[in-house]
């Protein structure tokens, strides 16, 4: 399942995330979409759970400070 997060400076650091994420599941790929982005980039986060998972980890990690801002989670309808 994958999860948007955006928030995260410009200079984040992917692997950290992995690290932060592994931390409620497997984490199978984390990437950047900066293209089309007028602010701060969304950066997804593939994990290996399920759609309830992923929904309660986009819950606990929604408005929290990392790597020096607030950051937003959320788990888009779609997962292609």
């Known amino acids: 399942m994958k999860i948007y997060i ?8 992917p692997d950290r995330l992995r690290e932060k994420m592994g931390h409620f599941g497997p984490v199978e790929e984390v990437h950047v979409l900066r293209e089309y982005m007028d602010s701060d980039p969304v950066w ?8 309830g998972t992923a929904n309660e980890i986009a819950r606990r990690i929604d408005n929290i400070w990392f790597q020096g ?5 959320r ?4 997962q292609d």
């Open 75 to 78: 788990v888009p309808l779609y």
């Open 44 to 51: 997804v986060v593939v994990m290996n759970v399920d759609p």
């Open 69 to 73: 801002k607030f950051i937003h989670a």
């Open 6 to 13: 955006s928030g995260l400076p410009e200079q984040a650091d």
